[in-house]
C-alpha cells in the first residue's frame, strides 16, 4: 500500500478529518499526520525551515520512496512544490491533487475521465513551467524525469494534450449521450451513495456488499471494483459508492467534481449519508450542502433515503431521536420525496438489513390486489388506483392493484369513504 506523511497548517478538528478521510479514500496509509501552527506559511516551504529537516528525517527514517507521498493539506505555489521536493526526494502533492486523484479513481464516463485529466493537466502546467525554469537552474529530483530537454517536450505535449480534450469534451457534448448512458445499465436499477466526505459511505458500501453476494456478469467486468458493485437485492441492482460532497471545492476542480457525480442524476434511488453523531449545527450545515448540491446536478425527484449513520457514536437514545427529528425536520424542507430515514451503524452493522430492505420495497415494491366496493361519488377520491370498475346502482366495484407498504393507509382511506373492502390478495 502506498504511504502518506500529511502536512497542514492552523487546521481545525473537521478539517483535519477531512484531509485523513481523502487520504485514505485516494487509498493512502497514512504514516504520519503533521500539523504546525505558524501565523503565516512560509513562501519558499509553506511550512516552516525548521519542520521540513524533521520531515526530511523521518522521509529517511521511515524509509519512505517515490511511491509514497508527501501531502499538503493546501494549494501550494509552484515553487513551494518543487522546493519541498527537491528536500524530501520523494513526490509531494497538495489538496487539489488529492481530490483530482480521488475524482480520477471514480470516473466513470468517457466524459467525466476527459473532464478531469483536462483538471489535472491544467492545474499542473504552472508547476511544469516553475519546474522547467528551475530545472535550468538545479538539478532535479530523480522522479521528474531527466534534464531541461525532457522537461520542455514533456510541456509541449501537456499543452497539446489540453487541446486534444478540449475539442473532444466539446465533440461529445454535442452528441448528448442520453440515449447513451440510459442502455448503458441495461434495465438494471442504480442506488448511489451520496454524502459528505467522512459521512461513511464507503463502509456502508462495504457492508452492502457483504451481505449480498455480488453478481458476476461478463458485462460489467468493467466495473471499477471499488466503488461499483452488481448486486443480489431480491433482483439485480447496481450499487455505486460515489466520490462524495467537499467542502470548498477548489474552483478549478468544479466541473471535474460535477462530472463525476453524473451517476446520481441517472440513478433509481439515493442513499444520503449524514454522519449523526456531529453536532447539530454540523448536521444542519451539511444536509442544507447535500440538497444543494443534489439540486445543482440536476437531481429532481429521484426517491432518496437518508442514512443517519454512526449510532454506535451517540451518547443515548433519547440524543439519537432528537437529532433525527431534527434531521427530519431541516431535510423535508429541502427536498419532497424523502421515502424514509433510517438510523444505522457501518461499524456494528446495526440496522443494515433495515436498509436492504427498504432498497427492495423502492425499487420493487410489491404489489396486492385489492377489490373494494364504494359509492359512486367517492371514485374519484381514490384516484389513480383503478384497474376497473363496475356499476352497480350507485355503488361501484373497484378493482386496484397497491404497493403493499401503502396498504394500510389505503384500507384507512377506504374506511373514510365507508367503503367495503371484499377481497385482499397477496
Ligand atoms: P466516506 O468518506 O463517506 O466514504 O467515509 P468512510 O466509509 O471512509 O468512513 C469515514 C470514517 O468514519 C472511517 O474512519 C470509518 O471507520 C468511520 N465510520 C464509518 N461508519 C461508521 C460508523 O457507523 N460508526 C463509527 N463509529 N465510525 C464509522
Ligand atoms: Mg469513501
Known sequence: MKRAIILSLNANSGEINEIVSLAKTAGYNIVKLIVQNRRNPDSRYYIGKGKVREVKELIKKLGLNENDKVIVNAELKPTQAYNLMKEFNIPVIDRVQLILEIFAQHAGSKEAKLQIELAKLKYEIPFIREYIRLSKLNELPGFLGGGGYEIDSIYYTIKRRIN???REIKKIRQRR?????SRRNMGIPIVT??????AGKTSIFNRLVNENKPV??????????????LLNIDRKVIVVDTVGFIDKVP??????????LEE?????????????????SEIKRKVIGSFRILSEIGVVGIPIIILANKI?????????????EYLREIAETLYDNIIDIIPVSAITGENIDKVIEKIKNTLFPEKVKLKVIIDYESVGKLHGLILTTQINGDKVLCETLVPKEMLPKILDEIKKLNGLVVKVEQ
Open 216 to 229: 458476476d456478469e461478463k458485462p460489467f467486468t468493467t466495473l471499477s471494483p471499488k466503488s461499483k458493485a
Open 264 to 280: 446520481v442524476i441517472n440513478s433509481n434511488l439515493i442513499l444520503l449519508v449524514v454522519d449523526i453523531s456531529e453536532d447539530r
Open 193 to 198: 451513495l451520496t454524502g459528505y466526505t467522512c
Open 251 to 260: 474552483v478549478q476542480l468544479i466541473e471535474a467534481f460535477y462530472s463525476t
Open 164 to 166: 486534444r480534450i478540449e
Open 177 to 181: 449521450q442520453l440515449f447513451y448512458t
Open 312 to 324: 454506535d457514536k451517540v451518547k443515548s437514545k433519547s440524543d439519537l431521536t432528537q437529532k433525527i
